[in-house]
């Protein structure tokens, strides 16, 4: 089983940009495919971006493509979330989530294991 830890939520100003990071522990996360979503106060958890085991194919959301570049570090098992050009829309808690690898990049796909969270502050 893998564990996730998120990391780099802060504060920031409306235009900036933020790197936050999901370090794994386990389990080498080569085995899974890897995703970031995002939950916002009074709302529902939502998709962010995905990428496959080797890092091959990533996919995202509407909302977000353009700004936010997923990469992974499989050497260093970790994955991060390089988020630009931020809108005060972006606040939320971000998450990493893992799930075996071989599925679909698709926004609705099942995640096994999650972090806890990391909070993202965009102010205006």
């Known amino acids: 089983q893998v564990q996730l830890v998120e990391s780099g939520g802060c504060l920031v100003q409306a235009g900036g940009s933020l790197r936050v990071s999901c370090a794994a522990s386990?389990?080498?996360?080569?085995?899974?495919?890897m995703g970031w979503f995002r939950q916002a106060p009074g709302k529902q958890r939502e998709f962010v971006a995905a990428?496959?085991?080797?890092?091959?194919?990533?996919s995202y959301s509407d909302a977000v493509k353009g700004r936010f570049t997923i990469s992974r570090d499989n050497a260093k098992n970790t994955m991060d979330l390089q988020m630009n050009s931020l809108k005060p829309e972006d606040t939320a808690v971000y998450y990493c989530?893992?799930?075996?690898?071989?599925?679909?990049?698709?926004?609705?796909?099942?995640?096994?294991?999650w972090g806890q969270g990391t909070q993202v502050t965009v102010s205006a």
């Open positions: 989530a893992a799930d075996r690898a071989g599925g679909s990049l698709s926004p609705s796909r099942f995640f096994s294991y």
């Open positions: 386990g389990r080498a996360i080569s085995l899974y495919d």
């Open positions: 990428i496959t085991w080797s890092g091959g194919r990533t």
